[in-house]
């Protein structure tokens, strides 16, 4: 089967590249100059079936509230956003109660111990390199109140395969020595030892360079204008060098997911959330971190990948603005420092390298994967904060649903028809 992948990022890559699997002729196509150019470029590199919640949490609305205009708030609401957010915005409230909170987070987690799964199958299988570690991922908390919080979180997905344990505050810098600098601080910790971390750009860049050799044909600087619709089918894709046809067509082009599915009449509850990371140099810093550190009380993550230190974290409802704003970027950097003193001094001897990228979230959580109501037109789309996480396993699924197999993980949960009252 002739298939067009819509998308060259971490989803379209690794889409195309279960396609071919399957033995399909599979032609990608991006607007970027090279794979991984926007959302994935430049992640907080964090692979974590452990951090699997929505960003809708209960009370999210207030928190939202609270912060609106507050350029140092972890969860920042331009008020000229506010009548773009009535629809998804609406339907994200809605999906804050304590129960489907629950329920999503649980469909989350389960995609993300497959998707897991299935990237340590890749990489053993093709000896792909990524500046990975398995070093598992630690979240450090200051306050008893969150600690409890996330350790109820912990519980609920344990059943899934995600193991955790508690440490105390002497466990936890037994465990990662570089958290001596905020041991004061500190009241403990939770433990992931199977999570992972990895660049997900690197990644993205090579697993394209290895589907090329498998016979997958990329055409960058290609703009996809329209979907052309022709007896209730997508016929071609228009793109500025001229159409482009296939048997079938795969949707997985991040943040203009939503705009494309639009033109043939698919609504897909999708919105972005901005967030921000800094880059620096590992060299020079006596003491960094082993392990992935997920700061809850600071809302970051300090990762470091090969010779570098990635920092990331906020999240902005700024529409498709991505520009990026260097008060929030330095943000990142500052909390950091917070956790780890000796890393705001080493920041002042390197210039950090910022950016800004925009997260394609659905209202509910879980990403919109499989059939679309065109019979061959297919979504893998809305990965929210945890596309590097799931990309493996939502690829996985809408290749085999493509190919007319039953997908090892079901889609209850995770198909565009859950959204049919929206």
Known sequence: MRIIVIGAGVLGVTTAWYLRREGHDVTVVDRATRAGEETSFANGGLLHASHAEPWNAPGILWQLLRWIGREDS???LRPGQIPYLLGWGTGFVRNSTRSRFERHTRVNAALAVYSLQLLRELRRDTRIRYDDAQNGILKVFDDPAALDKALHASKVTAPLGVRHSVLDTPQTVAL????????D???GSIYYPDDESGDARLFTERLAA????AGVTFQFGCNVERLRLEGGRVKAVETATGPLEADSYVIA???DSKRLARQVGVRLPIYPVKGYSATLPLEGWRNPPQIPIIDDARKVVVTLLGGRIRLAGTAEFAGYDDSLQTRRAATVLRQASGRFPSLGQHAERHEPTYWAGLRPMTMDGPPILGPSPVPNLFLNAGPGHLGWT????CSRIVADVISGKTPELE???LGLHRFQSW
């Not at 799931?390 to 396993?393: D, L, Q, S, T, V």
């Open 74 to 76: 972890p969860l920042l």
């Open 176 to 183: 990662e020595p570089a958290l001596e600098e905020s041991r």
């Open 185 to 187: 601080q500190l009241i």
């Open 210 to 213: 290895l589907a090329t050799d």
């Open 253 to 255: 082009a991040g943040n």
């Open 390 to 393: 799931f990309a493996c396993g």
């Open 411 to 413: 889609l209850e949960g």
